[in-house]
Structures are given as structure tokens and as C-alpha cells.
């Protein structure tokens, strides 16, 4: 039996190294029953013959995700027990630990919560198995199409959305009394502002990480285009790109530009606005909680509004973000990993993770129900993102697009809209030729 619950290698210099004979028995003893506890932790819960079954997730601090774990274990009647374990926080750092041990084929994970991105990359390695017959119908039933969508690759599905997440326009009420709806009309109020001394920032993500690459692909849908065509073979980008930098560049030189712009992420906006020097904030709806937290004066001011458009007449298209639940290729309980997987991300469950750990749902009900919206007094606006909402392009190769992307654009004060576009275009026909992974 091979055993991949990570153990360290013995390195041959140590295997020729002489011992003493009593030494080498006791050694051998410790190392039985070390190999005995190993498959234990990787199989059964402590020798009582019920499956452990390793779900690996992003680390929460709210307490949800273990709540859930711990429902679903006592609702199996023993069945099975889910372990949760924590991954890394960086998405890179997840995406890193996952590929190496899957690649390495580790029996130790059952059940894994991918970045909305990965379902592509992970399903053509056949690290991860297919949703198919009942325990499709359950993961498709009563779910929001958007997200179905990034975790579906070649018409099949290939996890069950847990959650998901987009962005709104968040600005300050005494200082603009009606939310802009379109960027030039943001960009015109925050003029309007400096010239009056009054905090005026539009605060985005502006540095080159995933951030930048999710900014540039909501403003290239809700302009009418897309990075890849719908096949996901070529590039489409076209005059609907050079639109969306053209936005980006605007921005970046014009008074609306924290200083920081170049540098800053979700949360550095997030401290931003707590902090007064901004009027508008393009941000995800942990912000809500976070200002009624820690400005609670400004937060009597704070308030959300829909996405801004690019044109008019055209609704926008932001982003959603958000995790996947997969079983992967070398559970060796598969079929209670699919019945866990899918009481992880039962009403309830969502409903908690929701409101404990600020993660939007992905089932379509609990948009209706009254304790998620007394909690979640933009749930309107949400779901109306949701429903008309973009996508990251699905794609095995994203990870080489998205750097492609974020790199070519940063800092956006640099940007040259059509040369800068052309670079993304040839950059991203180089990207799609690779093959593989990333490690």
C-alpha cells in the first residue's frame, strides 16, 4: 500500500549510516507505528473503521466552514467524518499546494474548494472528477447559472459552487447624493470634488496581481467584448479592450487616482475609504461590515450602488469570484466525498457562511430569505450582479493569461490603450499554446 499523506523521504546517506542493533529495532518499532497512525489519519477516524474524509479549503477565521464540516459529519450518522484543513492564504499559495499534491497523486485529499479559475486547469489534468447523474441534479438544482458556469469545463461539470462573490460601487452619501451609474460620470463627480477640497478618491485595484487582470475583464464585458472567444481558443479583446484600458488609464491620471493606485489591493481600499481621503470604492461587500467595525461615524454615510457601466445604455458586467467544491481523482471514498461535498454547501451552511463569514451564496432561495437580507441589506444589488455578471475566462491556461494581463497593464498610468491591447493579444496567443501546468 503506498502511503501519501505527505511523509518525509528517508535520504540514502541515512539508510548506510550504521547502528546499533537495538537502535535499529526500536527505530523500526517507532516507524510502525508511525506508518500505522499516517494511514489512520489518512483513511479512518482513529481505528473506529468510519472514513475521514480531508476536506481542503481556504483558511476561514469566521468559524463557518468548520461549523459546516462539523454539521455534515454528525448528519452522516457516522458514516463519515470531513476534517477540514486549511490551506494556505494566498490563492497562489493554494493553487500551489494543490497542484503539487495531486500531481504526486495524495490519497489524502477528498474534497477541495477551488478558486472559480482552476475547475478548467484541474479537470483537463483529471485531477478532479466529474458531477454526473443525481449528485448533478442536486449541485445544479436551484444554483445561480453565473457560477455554474465557472465550474463546468467542455459541457461537463466538474465541481459544485460553495460560494461566490462580486463587486459594487461603494461611496459616501454626504458627499455624493446619487450614486454615478457610468465611469465617466464617476470620473466627472470625483473632479468635481477636488476642485472643491472635499475627499474625492475612486479607490480600485491598481497593483499587478489577479486584481488588476478581474478590473480589466469586468470593464471589457460590460463594454460588450470579452478576453477569449467562447471556445476559449483565441483572443476576442478588439475595440471593447481598448475601451476598457482607456478607462483604466483615465482613471489613473486624472484627480480621482490615490496616490497608492499602483501599489493597492481590496484591502488597502478597503483602509482607504475607513479612512476618509475617498469618496467612491470599487470592493467586494466585506467592506460593509469592516467600515460599520471600525468608522462607525462614516459609516452612517456609507452606501452601495450597482457596478458602474461603461455605456448607458448597456448594464455592467462585474466579475464574480468565489469557490468550488471538487472531489478529487484519488479519493478513495468517492462517492461519500459527492454526499459530503454537498451537504457542505446545503442551504444552511450557506446560509451561515453568509452570514458569519460574508460569502455571497450560490443558491438562489436564500436571496429571498429574511435573515440573509437583514444581514445583507444589498442582497438586491448582489443578486442582480450576480445574475448578469462575467466570468474570468475558462480556460486550462488562465493563470498565463491573467499575468499576461495584469503585467501588460501595470501601472495603469502607463497604459497605452491600442499598443498596450496588441501586446495582450500576441502575449495571450503565446499563452494558450502552452501546455501543462504551472507549478
Not at 68 to 88: E, H, Q, V
Not at 158 to 187: C, F, G, H, I, S
Not at 364 to 388: G, Q, T
Request: with cysteine; proline share 8%; glycine share 6%.
Amino acid at each position: 500500500m503506498r502511503v501519501t499523506c505527505g511523509c518525509r523521504p528517508v535520504s540514502a546517506s541515512t539508510r548506510k549510516r550504521r547502528r546499533p542493533r537495538g537502535a535499529r529495532r526500536t527505530r523500526a518499532l517507532v516507524a510502525l507505528a508511525l506508518l500505522a497512525s499516517t494511514l489512520a489519519a489518512c483513511g479512518d477516524d482513529g481505528g473506529s473503521g468510519r472514513p475521514t474524509l480531508n476536506w481542503y479549503n481556504f483558511p476561514d477565521d469566521s468559524g463557518a466552514l468548520q461549523s459546516a464540516a462539523d454539521r455534515c459529519s454528525k448528519a452522516s450518522g457516522g458514516r463519515y467524518r470531513i476534517n477540514y484543513s486549511k490551506l494556505p492564504r494566498g490563492a497562489d499559495d493554494q493553487r500551489q499546494q494543490l497542484v503539487r499534491r495531486l500531481a504526486a497523486e495524495d490519497e489524502s485529499i477528498d474534497i477541495m474548494g477551488l478558486d472559480v479559475t482552476w475547475a478548467a486547469e484541474f479537470a483537463e489534468a483529471r485531477w478532479i472528477r466529474e458531477w454526473t447523474g443525481e449528485n448533478k441534479r442536486r449541485a445544479t438544482e436551484g444554483t445561480l447559472d453565473v457560477p455554474l458556469q465557472t465550474a463546468t469545463w467542455k459541457d461537463k461539470l466538474y465541481a459544485v459552487p460553495y460560494n461566490t462573490n462580486t463587486q459594487l460601487l461603494w461611496y459616501r452619501e454626504d458627499l455624493v447624493p446619487t450614486p454615478p451609474k457610468t465611469w465617466a460620470e464617476m470620473l466627472e463627480m470625483a473632479g468635481e470634488l477636488a476642485r472643491q477640497g472635499k475627499p474625492h478618491y475612486v479607490e480600485i485595484q491598481g497593483a499587478q496581481y489577479e486584481g488588476l487582470t478581474v478590473g480589466f475583464n469586468s470593464l471589457i464585458n460590460s463594454a460588450g467584448g470579452s478576453i477569449l472567444n467562447e471556445s476559449a481558443t483565441e483572443p476576442s479583446l478588439g475595440p471593447p479592450a481598448v475601451r476598457a484600458a482607456t478607462i483604466m488609464r483615465d482613471l489613473a491620471n486624472s484627480p480621482a487616482a490615490d496616490p497608492s493606485l499602483p501599489n493597492q489591493m481590496e484591502d488597502q481600499n478597503r483602509l482607504a475609504m475607513e479612512s476618509g481621503v475617498a469618496a467612491f470604492e470599487i470592493n467586494y461587500p466585506f467592506v460593509y461590515p469592516s467600515m460599520k467595525a471600525n468608522n462607525p461615524e462614516l459609516f452612517k454615510n456609507f452606501r452601495w450602488a450597482p457596478y458602474p457601466r461603461v455605456d448607458a445604455d448597456r448594464p455592467s458586467r462585474p466579475t464574480i469570484g468565489g469557490i468550488d467544491l471538487a472531489v478529487s481523482t484519488h479519493s478513495r471514498h468517492p462517492d461519500l466525498a459527492f454526499e459530503a461535498a454537498l451537504c457542505l454547501r446545503n442551504r444552511e451552511n450557506q446560509l451561515t457562511a453568509a452570514i458569519d463569514g460574508g460569502l455571497p451564496p450560490t443558491l438562489r432561495a436564500i436571496y429571498d430569505d429574511p435573515a440573509f437580507m437583514k444581514e445583507y441589506p444589498f442582497s438586491k444589488e448582489v443578486l442582480a450582479a450576480l445574475e448578469s455578471a462575467s466570468v474570468r475566462p475558462i480556460t486550462p491556461a488562465y493563470q498565463n493569461v491573467s499575468i499576461v494581463v495584469s503585467h501588460t497593464l501595470s501601472p495603469p498610468a502607463d497604459i497605452e490603450p491600442e499598443s498596450s491591447v496588441a501586446t495582450i493579444e500576441g502575449q495571450i496567443h503565446d499563452a494558450l499554446e502552452s501546455e501543462g501546468v504551472i507549478p
